[in-house]
DNA sequence: ATCGCAAATGAGAATCATTCTCAATTGAGA
DNA sequence: TCTCAATTGAGAATGATTCTCATTTGCGAT
């Protein structure tokens, strides 16, 4: 699944084209599991195809989180982050503890079971309830981390 | 609680002095039951002290997120929203469903007695798992509201 | 009280991620 | 192949946030 037909019958669903820089910055999206800056794609998007410019990394970005397909995070750094969103139901989804002195930001995936049904249940409560497709969800902790409570 | 000795003790508590620009900043959070974004607190602190400049504004809310006191938030339109930490214990603590196509953000704050434990034992389990000291926590839901359905 | 100094501030410049503009290119459908 | 809207690259423009630096302020010691 998520090959190249997938989405180009996802775009032209929407009315777009899938292009070569569109192909090139999902591949770079598929390749990695952290999540980048526009910036980062775009370096790693250089490499192999260096007329593509940044700010088509950015309007591909945009489209992309529109159609669903990409999560776009903000950890307060600054800089937005991105993701393929079809992960947030998969293996790499995970959830976040900021540090509020460091600003430190550590991911975790451990989760119990319990803590997967409640948020499926959860969901789908919500759409029920304020009639919203939701397609995934980001949750973050803040504090103070180890290495910050001693100051 | 909350007045100005408790304000005054927190600071001196980090070694910090509480200012009348830092009095006038905690003051308008206070009153306010909004996110508010850097710019809307500098011009009700403007109101009152027009003497108080953008900078200090800033460097006080950094300040009072590093304390603890102040929640950031990022909904992705660009620009930071602010909001006393205090309240998110509080009935004014909600969650968000945000909107990927319009950027409309919803918020909800009509949470089940099972979402709200939930959520107490799960920062109490992460707290220990991961020696961080949880302050508070933010929940965002992203996908395609009611009125963008149709598109 | 007042002295000394680090903390805090105001004003404006500087930074930097992101968005916009516009002319040139590309691709799907006829 | 032809047409036209969609897409793109390059660079300028935007706008929130941060930085610089000279000045002011407030706590602790005298």
Same sequence: chains 1, 2.
């Avoid at 990695?32 to 192999?48: G, M, Q």
């Amino acid at each position: 699944m998520m090959g190249p037909h997938w989405w180009y019958n996802r775009f032209r669903g929407w009315g777009y084209r899938l292009t070569i820089p569109r192909q090139a910055i999902l591949e770079i999206l598929s390749k990695s599991d952290k999540h980048l800056s526009a910036e980062e794609i775009y370096l790693e998007v250089h490499k192999e195809y260096p007329s593509i410019g940044l700010a088509t990394i950015y309007r591909t970005l945009e489209l992309l989180v529109q159609m669903g397909i990409v999560n776009k995070f903000d950890f307060g750094d600054g800089r937005a982050r991105y993701e393929l969103a079809e992960d947030s139901k998969g293996p790499k989804h995970h959830h976040h503890l900021i540090c509020n002195v460091c600003g430190r930001v550590i991911d975790y995936r451990d989760f119990s079971e319990e803590e997967k049904n409640f948020f499926e249940s959860l969901e789908r409560n919500l759409s029920q309830r304020y009639n919203f497709e939701i397609k995934n969800h980001q949750v973050m902790f803040y504090g103070i981390c180890d290495k910050c409570k001693g100051k």
